[in-house]
Structure formats: structure tokens, C-alpha cells
């Protein structure tokens, strides 16, 4: 127990690190005065001041964290606090008195420096290590599965889904797991030329490592096995980690729309349980997969923080939009009662999540 909880302070303070390292060198680059960057919420356990006057601390409770500026009423940066503001050189250094391009900047700093951080670990790995590849050809096709349907045969080589171009087995993978509601137009090159087959997942129920049912769409083929680990040059490292994270982000997207048109089950979504079981998993393994694991679960921070509810990041983007369109901020009474259906919709989330992970504790004991 002890390994995970240190496993899980590890990946969790090292993406709310970086994501609030974001939101702090853009708030230094725009001249606002940075007064505390927290990680963790609560009392403080120990930290230590900068040049600049900046109280960078570690605090009690290991959930998150927070860039407070001059001119912050709380850590969330959802509300102006104007008696901090007294002298000329304060309003010149003050977050709220900042034209809203540069607060529109300053927050969508932290969720892109989670997916900068994920596309610079991942072209790391590229180089180094390699990129494990599985060649997108077919070695058998289960009997009765959707692939049989649809006239799948062994030795075809997966060219293309959905318009979208295949190189790896892998892809085909993702890809069908995302075709829950639809069939998939497959082209596939056989000997004599290449073919175009609809192919219909078929949904699979089975319980993951954590004793939880998943409803998996399924093709029904295995590789043929070839794997290659292919080691890249910076360049193309970076156009292929760019490319592995832009698909996270996609595929993330689609699997929240499909939760919420009630196609994928809810109980997918894993909270502070889940991540530690995950976090001590990858750590076993060592500390390649620990780091990629890190950077993973970073894109999924700054996808959270980017969703348009108040509260988060993507909630403080929303109002300046609308502060942008309208040359003037929302109402403060309009703002206030956002805020508060945002921490609703926070607390909810996690309360839900925990939830979750507790139930795959109480299948498990019971199984």
C-alpha cells in the first residue's frame, strides 16, 4: 500500500507540476505578479520563496494544485480580489486587470503544457527506445466474429478505416474499440488488388484488471505478430509523438460522447483509487513505462481542465470568450452562480468517480 500511494504521489504531483508550470511561465512572460505555486491543497507541509517573492509550497491534501496571482480572491482565479490592488505598478501587475487576450492565454497555458509535455515524452521514448510497431496484417480471424461476417480473411493487410490510413495493427484496435454505434468501411489489400468491406463490431462484455465489466467492440482478428521498434530521428520522433497524442486527445473526445449518449458504460471513469492501483502497476514494470504512464495520464488532465465547465479552465476560457465578444466581462452575479454550478459539477464528478473505484473493491472482494 505503502509503493502505491508513493507511485501515486509521483505521476499525480508530477502532471499538476507541470500543468501549473504552464500557467505560471505564461503568467511570468505577461508581467503578472505570481504570489504562491501550490502543490496540493490545504495546509502547507513545507516550501520556500523565490527572487521574485513567489511561495513555491507543498500542501496537505495531493489532489491538484494552483498558480495564485495578485489580485486572485481564492485559488481558483474565478474571482477578482481588488483591495490587493492599491498602487499603479500593482494594476500593471494584477491578473484581473489584464487585457483578456493575456488571461485567455495564461489559462490555456497549463492544459497545453500537459499535452506538450506528453508529445515530448513520447518523441523521447521514440528515440531511445524505438517505437514498438505490429504490422497491420491479419493472422487468423476468430470463427463467428464480425470480421468472418464481413469476408476478413487471414494474410490481408489493413490499409485503411474509415478513410483514416493504417501502418500500425495497433490503430485497428483503437479504432474498433471507438465503434461502438456503426459500422466500419474497411480496405484491406489481398492478393489480387484491395477489397472494401463494412465490418460491424460486436459488442464483448468482460472484466478488466480491476474486476469492473467493460463492453468492448470487437472485430475478431489477431496479428500476424510482426513487430518492429522502429527508432526515430528528432524530427520524425516529433511528428509521430504529436500524431500518437492528437489521436489520445480524438479518441478521448469520442469516448466521452459516447458516455454521454449513453452508448459507453460510465463506469469507465476512474478516480484517485484507480489511478494509484495504475500508477504502482506501471512502476512494477519500471520507470519507462512509469513516465509514459505520466504522460498519458497529462493528456487526460488538460483534457479535463479544458472542458467548458465552470471552475476549471475551460470554464475561465468560456467567460472571457463571452467577455472577448462582449467588450465588457458577465455580469458578477452571472459568474458567481457559474462557479458554483461548477464546483456542483466538480464535486459530483469526483464523488461519482471514487464511487467507481470502489465498486471494482467491493466486485473484486465479492468474486
Not at 482565479?77 to 487576450?101: L, M, N, W, Y
Not at 465490418?199 to 513487430?227: C, K, N, Q, W
Request: glycine residues 12%; charged residues 20%; positive net charge.
Amino acid at each position: 500500500m505503502a509503493y502505491q500511494g508513493l507511485a501515486f504521489l509521483f505521476v499525480l504531483s508530477g502532471v499538476v507540476f507541470i500543468h501549473e508550470l504552464g500557467h505560471f511561465l505564461v503568467a511570468r512572460w505577461c508581467g503578472v505578479r505570481v504570489l504562491a505555486f501550490s502543490i496540493g491543497f490545504g495546509r502547507e507541509l513545507f516550501g520556500f520563496n523565490d527572487r521574485r517573492g513567489t511561495r513555491w509550497k507543498f500542501c496537505l491534501v495531493p489532489l491538484g494544485g494552483y498558480v495564485r496571482m495578485l489580485g486572485d480572491a481564492d485559488e481558483t482565479s474565478g474571482k477578482a480580489d481588488h483591495s490587493q490592488i492599491v498602487t499603479e505598478e500593482d494594476r500593471r501587475c494584477a491578473f484581473p486587470t489584464q487585457p483578456v487576450g493575456k488571461r485567455i492565454a495564461i489559462v490555456a497555458a497549463g492544459p497545453l503544457a500537459n499535452v506538450i509535455f506528453a508529445i515530448l515524452v513520447y518523441a523521447a521514448v521514440f528515440m531511445t527506445v524505438g517505437q514498438p510497431t505490429t504490422a497491420p496484417t491479419v493472422g487468423r480471424v476468430l470463427p463467428g466474429s464480425a470480421a468472418e461476417a464481413a469476408g476478413i480473411l487471414p494474410g490481408d493487410r489493413f490499409v485503411e478505416i474509415d478513410g483514416r490510413r493504417i501502418t500500425r495493427f495497433e490503430q485497428v484496435r483503437a479504432m474498433t474499440q471507438l465503434s461502438i454505434d456503426r459500422a466500419m468501411r474497411v480496405r484491406v489489400a489481398r492478393t489480387g488488388g484491395e477489397v472494401t468491406l463494412s465490418v460491424s463490431p460486436r459488442i464483448v462484455e468482460r472484466a478488466d484488471r480491476f474486476g469492473s465489466v467493460e463492453r468492448t467492440p470487437m472485430m475478431g482478428v489477431l496479428s500476424s505478430g510482426e513487430t518492429i521498434l522502429y527508432r526515430h530521428g528528432p524530427v520524425s520522433a516529433l511528428v509521430s509523438a504529436t500524431q500518437m497524442t492528437g489521436g489520445m486527445v480524438r479518441d478521448t473526445f469520442v469516448a466521452i460522447s459516447q458516455m454521454v449518449r449513453g452508448m459507453r458504460g460510465s463506469d469507465e471513469i476512474g478516480g484517485p483509487i484507480r489511478i494509484a492501483e495504475i500508477s504502482a502497476e506501471a512502476a512494477k514494470a519500471g520507470l519507462l513505462p512509469l513516465i509514459t504512464m505520466m504522460a498519458f495520464l497529462s493528456v487526460n488532465l488538460g483534457l479535463i481542465n479544458i472542458l467548458p465547465i465552470p471552475l476549471l479552465d475551460g470554464g475561465h476560457l468560456l467567460f472571457y470568450a463571452f467577455e472577448a465578444v462582449r467588450g465588457r466581462p458577465l455580469p458578477e452575479r452571472v459568474q458567481d452562480i457559474g462557479l458554483k454550478i461548477g464546483v456542483g459539477l466538480v464535486g459530483a464528478l469526483m464523488i461519482f468517480a471514487t464511487w467507481n473505484d470502489v465498486s471494482r473493491y467491493i466486485h473484486r472482494w465479492l468474486s
